[in-house]
């Protein structure tokens, strides 16, 4: 059933920032009252945009001012998974526990995925990136730091024990979720850019040079993976294996890759502030060969863009017409909130110490919970939708009970990506069972 607008607004009027900070992640129960809140939003937002339905988890969480409260618990959550989180799978090598359970870590990593999914679905409305306020930078520099790491992304390595490679497909998959997230959070930036704090642009332009990054996304098609013979795609939240046979559309992220370049190159907010020079021109440029007469007639709007190019290969190198006074305020106005976090924490060998006994034991009665929580989350929607096109599902994992496909060529699609999620699910399943 759906979740009504009174629930929505009650659990948007409890969503808070982690009292302990990142010391909470995965183990106060706050934190763990705050992820199904947060994931119970995420589902009916999701559901009010298939519906066509009133936007009202949107509206709840702009009447209680909790945009900035998700940024906040998306930076708790990704430095835990930054300096925690290694910590954590030495200590599962050196010395696994006997009973150990690797579902907490799970949730805490689709946390991550479920925040900076309810943002993209908010951020599509210019009054939720206004409502950012001071914050939008921090927000701007943790995307583009998912970016960068999206290019840097390795090969899995296929090393260690079981144990080990599960916790790192399943960590693969769920910052995958993240990376091609942020991708739409920039465009959502950029679309809206004369409206947020001038510290955005320094944090976009000056400080990480995102039309670079973009322009490396384009040129690796970070969008795509080769497996062996089979080429799969990032669509609706996961790897799927492309079809074959037919012509090949624009992705979701491919989209948002160009249409967030386009607001960079194009829009004068962004041209008044940029500094070309000889390196970032030629870089630029390299754009030339991907614009396309069939990649223009995905998206109309970059045919204005390919004559810019055209004319900047031609000519001098536009200046930018208030670097100087611009950059003097927007210095001014960075945000310092990661910091903040990071340095409340004295030891991260201490705090995972602690840690470490309530995260890879998980009792009874929490898995239950658990549990219980995905039940109430998978019927906020009245039919379930395939995880792969978005149709009615009638199909459901046997395994894990948690994802919905229309046919087995979807489910199979899929499996891929669903596979790390789904052995954790079922493990714990399993045990739930007996």
Request: contains cysteine.
């Amino acid at each position: 059933m759906t979740a009504s607008r009174d629930e929505a607004n009650t659990w948007a009027e409890h969503l808070a920032v982690p009292a302990g900070g990142v010391a909470d992640v995965g183990v106060a129960p706050a934190w763990t009252a705050q992820q199904e809140r947060v994931g119970r939003l995420n589902a009916q937002a999701h559901a009010n945009v298939v519906a066509g339905a009133d936007e009202y988890v949107l509206e709840a969480l702009l009447s209680c001012d909790k945009m900035p409260v998700l940024v906040c618990d998306l930076l708790c959550t990704e430095l835990w998974r930054e300096r925690a989180l290694p910590l954590v799978v030495k200590l599962i090598e050196t010395n696994p526990p006997p009973d150990l359970s690797l579902l907490k870590l799970f949730v805490i990593l689709n946390h991550e995925s479920s925040l900076v999914n309810l943002l993209e679905l908010c951020l599509y409305n210019k009054e939720a990136c206004v409502a950012l306020d001071d914050i939008a930078s921090d927000l701007a520099e943790y995307c583009c730091r998912q970016l960068l790491a999206l290019l840097s992304e390795k090969e899995e390595d296929e090393a260690g024990s079981p144990e080990i490679q599960q916790l790192r497909r399943m960590s693969n998959t769920a910052t995958s979720a993240v990376r091609f997230g942020c991708l739409s959070i920039v465009r959502y930036m950029t679309d809206y850019a004369k409206d947020l704090p001038l510290s955005v642009l320094y944090a976009l332009l000056e400080n990480n040079d995102v039309v670079q990054i973009l322009v490396e996304v384009v040129e690796r098609r970070s969008w795509e993976v080769r497996n062996g013979d089979s080429l799969q795609r990032w669509e609706n939240g996961r790897w799927t294996a492309a079809p074959t046979g037919q012509p090949q559309t624009l992705t979701q992220a491919e989209a948002q890759v160009w249409l967030a370049l386009n607001n960079l190159l194009m829009d004068q907010v962004f041209r008044a502030k940029y500094r070309f020079t000889t390196a970032n021109k030629s870089i630029v440029l390299k754009l030339r060969r991907y614009m396309t007469e069939e990649l223009i007639d995905q998206i109309p709007p970059l045919a204005d863009l390919r004559m810019q190019l055209d004319q900047l290969a031609v000519f001098d190198s536009p200046l930018p017409t208030d670097v100087a006074r611009a950059s003097a305020v927007m210095i001014q106005q960075v945000s310092t909130v990661r910091e903040t976090l990071a340095t409340a924490v004295h030891s991260w060998q201490a705090l995972v110490a602690a840690q470490a006994e309530r995260l890879l034991h998980v009792s009874q009665e929490e898995k239950e919970a658990h549990f219980e929580s995905i039940s109430s989350v998978l019927v906020q929607s009245e039919a379930p939708r395939c995880a792969v096109c978005g149709k009615e599902a009638h199909k459901r994992c046997a395994r894990c009970k948690n994802e919905w496909y229309c046919c087995r060529e979807c489910q199979m699609r899929a499996w891929p990506g669903h596979k790390p999620v789904c052995d954790v699910l079922s493990e714990d399943l399993h045990l739930h069972s007996k």
